[in-house]
């Protein structure tokens, strides 16, 4: 956008919007009207998009982009409010860049999604599950066990900021509180802006990254010139007082080393109660970000393939064993699950869990699934069930190969409903049927879209 069109957009008063609908992030969907001609770059019929507007609402927003086909506005005022329309919890909404949807109530939050799960079926496969499972929800407060917060020193203000990036910006938010995060660490950003602006190297540090687990804590501070000793004393000694590990990052993934504890390891621990699993990780290692929705998406996956003892499981994406550990618990000594997973760090990690575990019927192999796996062993081997939890991205290219393994049925956890509807079309002609679907509130307050399937092969 050009400068001059940004400033007759700064001195341009804010128009009055009715929303039609949401987009499939959560923004309002509105047009502009016959009347608006008096806006530079109006268009009768262009689209605007309105963040913080709801569906039947009267607003008035500011315009901040202006785009060939399209238009972003930000909602200033609203005149006729939704009655889904509720306080956001956070006192940081609007300008923190981390939660999106905290002005709608959590439960049209979850069936917005629904929504866009199933227009996503329709669009791709012209699919409609036989039967919508009800939504998984967790708590909408205090869910979020990971974090990568951002860190700035501010010179002129004498401040350090630690938060994550404002909307639609590469600049810091001037958070005090985080609503969403564990309230271990969420109540305490602004102990910890305090705890960097008292280093030494308040100025090379641009990084946090928060693991919690149960019960543990972890802070990784990544560090771009060398600490001082009194800067690694002040850090070790917030970390003790609080119980925290404290781990420094002075390069690239490999230069991670624990500070509290240094000779001990790299780990922390969740579990899985109803399979009387845990599991122990690196704060490197990917885990899920809400451990209350982990554990009920891992009891339902597992009850969506109805297992019986003495099966056989391929489970794919396996990352340390979230699911394969519990699967191996459900089909017993006599049954078998094998483990596929692109790192060999994670397969390292799975490979750990299933000893920590004393599960001795679970395999975990190291295996690129976006190139060719046919030739290897366990590719050749049949399968009673098959579970799925492929990156954003999805599983396009596993997807033809899938009917070779014979599994009756197929359960297909996904982060991004465009990937999962895409290859749920590719298994369709490919005699897999969907039989049920349902989102799961992994992000609550987010536009972002957790979703669960299950296929089953249609007689031949």
Known sequence: MRRKQRERLREQAPLTFVIDRLSHEGRGVSHYSADDADHPAAKAGKKVFVSFALPGETVKAKVVEVMGKYEEADTKEVLVASPERTDPVCP???????????????????????????????????LEPQEWLPPLRSTRTDY???????????????????????????????????????????????????????LDSRETIPQLEIAIADPEISIMVRHLQPLSERDQAALLAF?????????????????????????APMRLHYSLPAFDVRFGFSPLDFTQVNQ?????????????????????????????????????????????????EGSEEMVRRGTENATLNALENVQFYAQDLTKDFSGQPWAKEGFDALLIDPPRSGAEEVMHYLPRFGARRIVYVSCNPATLARDAGILAPLGYRLVKAG?????????HVESIALFERTAV
């Not at 005090?176 to 602004?190: D, H, T, W």
């Not at 590990?245 to 390069?251: R, S």
């Not at 554990?295 to 009850?303: G, I, R």
Request: some cysteine.
């Open 92 to 126: 940081h909404f609007g300008v923190c860049g981390g939660c999106s949807l905290q002005h709608w109530q959590a439960d049209a939050q979850i069936a917005f999604k629904q929504g866009v799960l199933a227009q996503h079926f329709q669009h791709f496969g012209g």
């Open 144 to 198: 979020r066990r990971r974090a990568r917060l951002g860190v700035k020193y501010v010179q002129k203000k004498g401040e350090v900021l630690v938060g994550f990036r404002e909307r639609n910006s590469s600049y810091l938010a001037d958070i005090r509180v985080c609503k969403v995060l564990n309230a271990e660490v969420g109540e305490r950003i602004q102990a910890l802006r305090d705890l960097i602006a008292g």
């Open 239 to 263: 970390c003790q007082t609080l119980g925290w590990q404290l781990y420094l990052q002075p390069a690239g993934y490999d230069s991670v080393h624990r500070v509290d504890a240094p000779e």
């Open 292 to 340: 209350e929705l982990n554990e009920q998406m891992v009891s339902l996956a597992v009850d969506l393939l109805d297992l019986n003892p003495g099966e056989r499981v391929l489970d794919l994406f396996c990352g340390l064993g979230n699911f394969s550990l519990p699967l191996a618990r459900t089909v017993g000594s006599q049954g078998q699950v094998v483990a596929v």
């Open 439 to 447: 989102v799961m509130d992994m992000f609550t307050h987010t536009g």
